[in-house]
C-alpha cells in the first residue's frame, strides 16, 4: 500500500470519521465500518473525558487483552476475536492502534466476502475436511483409549 491510500491512516473523529470511513475500499455509506468509525469517535470523545487513572487502568487491561489475544495465536483459542477486542480497547488512546484496527476490520470483511463467493464445491470440500477432522480425533481417541470427557 502506498503512503497516500486512505486505508494506511488512521480514523477521524465525528463526521470526518465516517467520511473516510465510507472512503475505504470496500465500505459501503451506512455499512459496518462506517457505522465503526462513528462509535469509535463517539467512545472516544466519552474516553478522553475521564480521569487519568480510569485511562490508565484502561490502557492496562487493553494489553492484557491484546497480549492475551497475541498468545491464542500460538495456543488454541480465539486470537482473532480477542486481538480486534485489545485494539479496539486501545484505540481509544491510540492512533496506530485504531489504524491497525481498521485493517483489520478491512481485512476481515474482504475475507468473508471471498468466504461467501465461493463455490458449492470449495464449500463442500471445506466440510469434508471438517469431517474428517472430527472423524480422526474420535478414532485416535477410541484406538489409543483416551477419555473424551475428563470426568
Not at 18 to 44: F, H, I, V, Y
Not at 104 to 130: F, M, P
Request: hydrophobic share 50%; aromatic share 6%.
Amino acid at each position: 500500500m502506498s503512503a497516500a491510500d486512505p486505508s494506511d491512516r488512521p480514523l477521524q473523529t465525528g463526521e470526518e470519521g465516517a467520511a473516510a470511513a465510507q472512503s475505504r475500499p470496500g465500505a459501503a455509506p451506512g455499512g459496518r465500518l462506517t457505522k465503526m468509525a462513528a462509535n469509535l469517535s463517539r467512545r472516544r470523545e466519552e474516553h478522553q473525558r475521564r480521569s487519568r487513572s480510569y485511562r490508565a487502568l484502561y490502557l492496562v487491561a487493553g494489553c492484557t487483552v491484546l497480549m492475551l489475544g497475541l498468545v491464542l495465536t500460538v495456543f488454541p483459542g480465539p486470537a482473532f476475536v480477542v486481538i480486534p477486542i485489545g485494539l479496539a480497547m486501545l484505540a481509544l488512546e491510540f492512533a496506530w492502534a485504531e489504524s491497525l484496527l481498521s485493517t483489520a476490520l478491512e481485512r476481515a470483511d474482504q475475507a468473508q466476502a471471498k468466504a461467501s463467493s465461493a463455490g458449492r464445491g470449495t464449500k463442500v470440500l471445506a466440510a469434508l475436511a471438517v469431517l474428517f477432522a472430527i472423524a480422526a480425533a474420535i478414532s485416535a481417541a477410541l484406538y489409543w483409549d483416551i477419555p473424551l470427557l475428563p470426568f
